[in-house]
């Protein structure tokens, strides 16, 4: 069984940093694109960023020069470094990957559970 396990999250004042770590774990034999995405209460879950296993990113127009997404493949993880964050970052992060399973080589989308990251005015 493979899954996503989050930390990191919470609240920060406008201007403020966090960030966000997420690590795979379970019978993995590689991991292409990782990224992260959030939901705000009441919309739909939207791209934060993504990365490839060779290291390309991309951003939503909303947090470029601000979130910078980066990756371990060593450690399976991937990491969300938020910085000059607005009110309307508020949203419950999901980190997510796209996972070969060993040993069948099967293909699948996994979501890591969730965290919520409050920014006040």
């Known amino acids: 069984q493979v899954q996503l396990v989050q930390s990191g999250g919470g609240l920060v004042q406008a201007g403020g940093s966090l960030r966000l770590s997420c690590a795979a774990s379970?019978?993995?034999?590689?991991?292409?694109?990782m990224g992260w995405y959030r939901q705000a209460p009441g919309k739909q879950r939207e791209l934060v960023a993504t990365?490839?296993?060779?290291?390309?990113?991309n951003y939503a127009d909303s947090v470029k020069g601000r979130f910078t997404i980066s990756r371990d493949n060593a450690k399976n993880a991937v990491y969300l470094q938020m910085n000059s964050l607005k009110p309307e970052d508020t949203a419950v992060y999901y980190c997510?990957?796209?996972?070969?399973?060993?040993?069948?080589?099967?293909?699948?989308?996994?979501w890591g559970q969730g965290t919520l990251v409050t920014v006040s005015s």
């Open positions: 997510n990957a796209m996972i070969v399973a060993a040993p069948d080589y099967r293909y699948f989308e996994v």
């Open positions: 379970g019978s993995i034999f590689s991991i292409n694109a």
């Open positions: 990365t490839t296993s060779g290291g390309l990113t």
